[in-house]
Every structure is written in C-alpha cells, then in structure tokens.
Nanobody
Framework: QEQLVESGGGLVQAGGSLRLSCATSGRTFSGYSMGWFRQAPGKEREFVAARSWSGGNDYYADSALGRFTISRDGATNTVYLQMNSLKPEDTAVYYC????????????????????WGQGTQVTVSS
C-alpha cells in the first residue's frame, strides 16, 4: 500500500527553522512529482512547494519563495521541506503529496492534481 508519512513538525518561535520530511513507501515514487501543501484552521488547503518528477524544476508559492526549499533524496525516497525565517502565519498542518504523470507548473499548484497524500504534520510558529 502506498504511503506518505510526514514528520518534523513542531513548535518554533518566529524567525526559527524547521525541516519537514516525507517518507514514501509501498511503491516507487521516483516518477512522481512531489508537493507540499498546508492548511490552517478555517482555511483552504494551499500550495507551498513542488518538485517536478524529473527533478529539474521547483515551484513555490509566493509566501514560501526565498524562505522554503524543497528537496528530494532519491536514495531513500524521502522529500524534504526546509523552512527558514518562519512566521506566525506559517502555522498550519503541512501535507506531503505525490502526483503521477508529467504535469505543468500550474497543475502542480492544485491539490486536485495529486494522487497520494500523507496524514500531515503540525507546524506552529509562535510570535
């Protein structure tokens, strides 16, 4: 059974850093584009970052650009989201997702383009 399992969330002060991990299992996700989304209480799930299946392109939400970095370790099939200069508005549950087939940068920003999802990890940034 395909699984995505996030970890690395927690409580951090504004200005701090966290690195989220997404461990994959159950199938080879090497041919999948991988993305990170987040959802704050009472809000829609929103795109944060994505890496294309080929690894050649990374995409970021404006809110994440310059502060967050997505990366992927092909040897361990793990995807990371390094988050620096965290702000209270970054507080949310963060989800890892996998998207099959090659998709455009526009589609990779849409939650509906993803086929597999993790259970989420809570990130709380205090002011």
């Amino acid at each position: 059974q395909e699984q995505l399992v996030e970890s690395g969330g927690g409580l951090v002060q504004a200005g701090g850093s966290l690195r989220l991990s997404c461990a994959t299992s159950g199938r080879t996700f090497s041919g999948y584009s991988m993305g990170w989304f987040r959802q704050a209480p009472g809000k829609e799930r929103e795109f944060v970052a994505a890496r294309s299946w080929s690894g050649g392109n990374d995409y970021y939400a404006d809110s994440a650009l310059g502060r967050f970095t997505i990366s992927r370790d092909g040897a361990t099939n793990t995807v990371y989201l390094q988050m620096n200069s965290l702000k209270p508005e970054d507080t949310a549950v963060y989800y890892c997702a996998a998207s099959s087939f090659q998709k455009t940068s526009i589609l990779l920003r849409l939650a509906g383009s993803y086929d597999y999802w993790g259970q989420g990890t809570q990130v709380t940034v205090s002011s």
